[in-house]
Nanobody, 120 residues
Framework: QVQLVESGGGSVQSGGSPRLSCAAS????????MAWFRQAPGKEREGVAA???????RYGDSVKGRFIISRDNAKNTLNLQMNSLKPEDTAMYYC??????????????WGQGTQVTVSS
C-alpha cells in the first residue's frame, strides 16, 4: 500500500522560506514523476512542481524562480524548498506520486496535504 506523508507546513510571514517534505512508502509505480500540487480555498488544485527520477524538474508559472523541488530516490523522499513566499501562496500542499509531469489527473497516489499559510 502506497503512503505519502507530508510535513513542514505551518504559518509563515511573507518572504519566508519553509521547506516541505514528503515521505513515500510502498511506492513501486512504473512512472517516475513525483510532484507537489496545491489548492487554495475556492480554487482548483494546481501544479506547483514535478520532478522525474533523473532530477528533471517542471514548475508552475506562479512559483518559477522561487520554489525548488528535489527528491532522494534512496530515501523515497520528496522536498519542496519554498522561497520568497507571498500571501497568494497560502494553500493546502499535496504530495503526489506515479504520474506525469504536472498533469494532475495522471497521478495515482496522493498525500493528505499540509497547510501553508502566509501572512503579510
Amino acid at each position: 500500500q502506497v503512503q505519502l506523508v507530508e510535513s513542514g507546513g505551518g504559518s509563515v510571514q511573507s518572504g519566508g522560506s519553509p521547506r516541505l517534505s514528503c515521505a513515500a512508502s510502498g511506492y513501486t509505480g512504473n512512472r517516475h514523476y513525483m510532484a507537489w500540487f496545491r489548492q487554495a480555498p475556492g480554487k482548483e488544485r494546481e501544479g506547483v512542481a514535478a520532478i522525474d527520477s533523473d532530477g528533471t524538474a517542471r514548475y508552475g508559472d506562479s512559483v518559477k524562480g522561487r520554489f525548488i523541488i528535489s527528491r532522494d530516490n534512496a530515501k523515497n523522499t520528496l522536498n519542496l524548498q519554498m522561497n520568497s513566499l507571498k500571501p497568494e501562496d497560502t494553500a493546502m500542499y499535496y504530495c503526489a506520486a506515479d504520474g506525469v509531469s504536472l498533469g494532475i489527473t495522471t497521478y495515482n497516489y496522493w498525500g493528505q496535504g499540509t497547510q501553508v499559510t502566509v501572512s503579510s
